[in-house]
């Protein structure tokens, strides 16, 4: 499928980009669990970041931009999300939603999966 920028979609991409999102969000994890209580936000937004990406990274709807446009929809869909070791679930629940929203705007686009920084 070619989007407006001209660009074809590329699934390896997107996977890779989302392996290294889990990386460094299990960093982003680690670090504000040693932060302790005044970082327990940073945590859930890590640990929402972490179960998205795990979510599609092996999945076959990162082959194709529809398919993973409309996985990001049913997901978005959903009542509530449950994760391991969230402190605030109406925070998590949030972080969930805005993090699906960016994946979505980036696939849509077809931009953004080149970049593999730590801090996006």
Do not use: P
């Not at 669990?33 to 936000?41: A, Q, Y």
């Not at 999300?81 to 980036?106: P, Q």
């Amino acid at each position: 499928m070619s989007t407006a920028t001209g660009k074809e979609w590329d699934g390896e991409l997107v996977r890779t980009w989302l392996e290294n999102r889990i990386v460094a969000a299990r960093v982003d994890q680690a670090a504000a669990e040693r932060g302790g209580r005044d970082r327990r936000d940073d945590c859930d937004k890590a640990t929402a970041e972490e179960m998205v990406c795990a979510l599609f990274r092996s999945g076959k709807a990162v082959g194709d931009q529809a398919t993973f446009l409309d996985a990001l929809r049913a997901l978005l869909e959903r009542d509530e999300y449950v994760g391991r070791g969230v402190y605030d679930d109406t925070r998590f629940d949030r972080h969930v939603r805005t993090f699906i929203k960016k994946l979505t705007k980036m696939a849509k686009a077809n931009s953004g999966f080149d970049n593999s920084l730590h801090y996006q």
